[in-house]
């Protein structure tokens, strides 16, 4: 790989002694990683079925030291064509990657913000931890990005997630002082994706990873305005820059020294910056690319979310509650004759599509909203049909008609094919190893296929 000769020269005066090692990091091939969705499947029952695949088909997998839901596969190994991806039982996730979600420390019930979310493997890991409870906000500021971003929340079962298309200074103003927790994983220059990206290497200049400095000082500022007291920020990049790494944190605490370094997060696993806070993860050093992170802390006490929404110091959003309204007539209907349980909580129409809005969900007027919580179906008349993501968010359990597939019958399920059933009739949640892939109508012992046109599989088991 012919690496810039400035980059080179910059990172011999980085590295010393461990120059030579860092340099022979690129003759080597990269890591894979994927990351367990605990929303869908436990850890310990994906292994269990991991390690029963056949010998062709094994992922081989290896723990990622810093993240406990994360593994290495074997390179032979082709887990985006497995229906378990299609499932959402993982994400194919970069093992350095993994790093960021995990320092934020994520619990469910809280407010969380990705600021730069696409394409989603950070949000999902924090949809994760927060177990479906709380509110998860997501954002892209690029349409096309915002709209895969919403796509993977979908795939992987996102119950409380809200998905926006919009500025950071914008989304400041909408949420001053709101979230528990940030993940500000920044654009940045790229360096530590070279070894994966070649366009990372052909993009690099001096000039382009200042720009990049630049810009995530100033993203950084909006977070920081969004951030309770006593809040946690974590700030990554995917690059050795100096510049883009210590530089940033160095002039934003300057301009914020309320925004301290937070050494309670467990980074035993990287090699500390310069300054208090930052750590790196060097490609040399450990299994997985190069990335640079930060965890900081917001000075102040932290307010209880829970607390604060019982006294109504929250703005919501007008919403139609379960039990209020004749809005809801048709969908109640279905939920009766297909779930175990009515979903209820708040609801809310877009157009004929009717969503379920996550726990402190604020006033959407003025947002670009891509996804505003659980997309539950759309309403038309008196008709009431399912969206996938609602199925795609069920477990088993909370449907009354289930269809348990092996891995053959679900692949030509997910080819758009029909399926042979009994004697059920309606909705049914069709599933493989007890994971939700999507809906089916049966009747006359066939099931109809409602898996959406735009998802079905074109590659060979």
């Known amino acids: 790989m012919n690496l810039p000769e400035s980059f080179m020269i910059r990172m011999k005066q980085t590295l010393g002694?461990?120059?030579?090692?860092?340099?022979?990091?690129?003759?080597?091939?990269?890591?894979?990683?994927?990351?367990?969705?605990?929303l869908k499947i436990s850890r310990e029952k994906f292994c269990r079925l991991a390690d029963a695949l056949p010998k062709e088909q094994n992922f081989h997998l290896d723990p990622v030291p810093w993240?406990?839901?994360g593994f290495y596969y074997d390179e032979k190994a082709r887990p985006g064509r497995h229906v378990w991806h299609e499932a959402g039982l993982y994400y194919i996730q970069e093992p350095s990657a993994m790093?960021?979600?995990?320092?934020?420390?994520?619990?469910?019930?809280?407010?969380?913000?990705?600021?730069?979310?696409?394409?989603?493997?950070?949000?999902?890991?924090?949809?994760?931890?927060?177990?479906?409870?709380?509110?998860?906000?997501?954002?892209?500021?690029?349409?096309?990005?915002?709209?895969?971003?919403?796509q993977n929340m979908e795939r992987m079962g996102v119950r409380n997630v809200l998905v926006c298309n919009e500025t950071p200074a914008r989304l400041a103003d909408r949420f001053?002082?709101?979230?528990?927790?940030?993940?500000?994983?920044?654009?940045?220059?790229?360096?530590?994706?070279?070894?994966?990206?070649?366009?990372?290497?052909?993009?690099?200049?001096?000039?382009?990873?200042?720009?990049?400095?630049?810009?995530?000082?100033?993203?950084?500022?909006?977070?920081?305005?969004?951030?309770?007291?006593?809040?946690?920020?974590?700030?990554?990049?995917?690059?050795?820059?100096?510049?883009?790494?210590?530089?940033v944190i160095e002039r934003f605490q300057e301009v914020c020294p309320w925004m301290e370094a937070d050494l309670?997060?467990?980074?035993?696993?990287?090699?500390?910056?310069?300054?208090?806070?930052?750590?790196?993860?060097?490609?040399?050093?450990?299994?997985?690319?190069?990335?640079?992170?930060?965890?900081?802390?917001?000075?102040?006490?932290?307010?209880?979310?829970?607390?604060?929404?019982?006294?109504?110091?929250?703005?919501?959003?007008?919403?139609?509650?379960?039990?209020?309204?004749?809005?809801?007539?048709?969908?109640?209907?279905?939920?009766?004759?297909?779930?175990?349980a009515p979903l209820q909580g708040e609801y809310i129409f877009f157009g004929t599509r009717l969503y379920r809005v996550p726990e402190?969900?604020?006033?959407?007027?003025?947002?670009?909203?891509?996804?505003?919580g659980l997309q539950i179906g759309e309403q038309k008349g008196k008709i009431f049909k399912p969206d996938h993501a609602l199925a795609m968010a069920l477990v088993p359990g909370e449907v009354k008609q289930v269809i348990d597939c092996d891995q053959e019958q679900?692949?030509?399920?997910?080819?758009?094919?029909?399926?042979?059933?009994?004697?059920?009739?309606?909705?049914?949640l069709v599933c493989t190893d007890g994971v939700s892939s999507g809906w089916g109508k049966a009747s006359s012992q066939i099931v109809k296929n409602h898996y959406p046109k735009g998802l079905r599989v074109n590659w060979q088991l």
């Open 67 to 69: 993240c406990k839901d």
């Open 99 to 150: 790093s960021a979600a995990e320092l934020l420390g994520a619990l469910p019930g809280e407010r969380v913000l990705d600021l730069c979310a696409a394409p989603g493997g950070k949000s999902s890991q924090l949809a994760s931890a927060m177990k479906g409870e709380g509110l998860l906000v997501v954002n892209e500021i690029h349409p096309a990005r915002a709209k895969i971003l919403s």
């Open 264 to 340: 309670s997060a467990d980074c035993s696993h990287f090699t500390p910056g310069k300054l208090p806070g930052t750590w790196h993860l060097w490609p040399h050093r450990l299994k997985g690319e190069g990335h640079g992170v930060a965890v900081l802390k917001k000075a102040g006490q932290r307010t209880d979310s829970r607390e604060e929404d019982a006294k109504g110091l929250l703005k919501k959003e007008k919403t139609i509650h379960w039990d209020d309204s004749k809005k809801l007539k048709e969908f109640k209907l279905w939920e009766k004759e297909t779930l175990t």
């Open 410 to 428: 679900i692949y030509h399920y997910l080819q758009g094919e029909t399926l042979n059933c009994g004697n059920e009739k309606g909705w049914v």
């Open 17 to 38: 002694t461990e120059f030579d090692a860092f340099l022979k990091s690129y003759e080597m091939s990269r890591y894979q990683g994927l990351r367990v969705n605990e």
């Open 176 to 247: 001053e002082g709101f979230f528990d927790r940030i993940l500000c994983d920044a654009p940045c220059s790229g360096e530590g994706m070279f070894r994966k990206d070649e366009n990372a290497v052909s993009e690099w200049s001096p000039e382009h990873v200042q720009m990049c400095a630049d810009r995530q000082f100033s993203i950084l500022l909006e977070a920081e305005r969004m951030l309770k007291p006593g809040g946690r920020l974590v700030y990554s990049t995917c690059t050795f820059a100096e510049e883009e790494n210590e530089g």
């Open 360 to 372: 402190f969900c604020p006033p959407l007027k003025g947002l670009k909203v891509v996804r505003p």
